[in-house]
């Protein structure tokens, strides 16, 4: 059998993919809202590149309570690196939307896009990453965080103990997941 090519669908997944096939199992309304849900999260994937680049390049967006405009003003304004890796191990890493250290002060801003209400928490474990790859106490900087969704801005300032919290956690699980490994193997 010559099967046909699809040169043109390489790498890419559909949205009725046989992998993700609890559609079969969907109605109308399940369908929609599904479908609305992944074309918002391609929507916030393309924000945060435009984010991205409109602060890589300084280019400050009008000055309104739009949640872009304000993450993009801010994160130029407090000169932030955009999309920054962070990275203890091979086992724990992330992308930080936007981040800066200077004069012992750690800003780290995150930018969502979607309906869900964030959580601050991903914006602590970034702070102890960078605290694990830096190796900087908690306990002698200061930590600020932003969250930047539905036209608000939510500041935080991180707590040292939940900051060092996470780090002695993240510490712990990646020896785990390395024995866990090794037992694997064997």
């Not at 109605?27 to 609305?36: A, I, L, R, S, T």
């Not at 945060?48 to 400050?60: N, P, Q, T, V, Y």
């Not at 939510?154 to 956690?169: G, S």
Request: aromatic share 12%; proline share 3%; charged share 25%.
């Amino acid at each position: 059998m010559n099967f046909n090519r699809h040169s043109d669908l390489v790498g890419r997944h559909a949205f009725l993919s046989p992998s993700k096939y609890h559609w079969v199992n969907y109605d109308n309304e399940k369908f929609d809202q599904v479908f609305f849900t992944s074309m918002l999260a391609q929507k916030g994937v393309e924000l945060h590149s435009f984010a991205f680049e409109a602060i890589r390049l300084g280019i400050k967006l009008p000055r309104n309570s739009k949640t872009l405009n304000m993450y993009v003003n801010d994160a130029i304004g407090y000169r932030m690196t955009p999309e920054q890796i962070l990275s203890f191990s091979e086992n724990c890493f992330g992308t930080c939307d936007a981040i800066s250290f200077r004069k012992g002060l750690l800003r780290i801003h995150d930018l969502k896009t979607g309906v869900t209400v964030a959580s601050v928490t991903q914006l602590e474990v970034y702070a102890a990453l960078f605290c694990l790859e830096y190796d900087v106490k908690p306990v002698d900087i200061e930590i600020e965080m932003r969250i930047y969704q539905n036209d608000d801005v939510q500041a935080y300032i991180a707590d040292p103990d939940t900051i060092t919290h996470i780090m002695d956690k993240i510490i712990t699980f990646d020896k785990r997941i390395r024995l866990l490994k090794a037992e694997a193997q064997s």
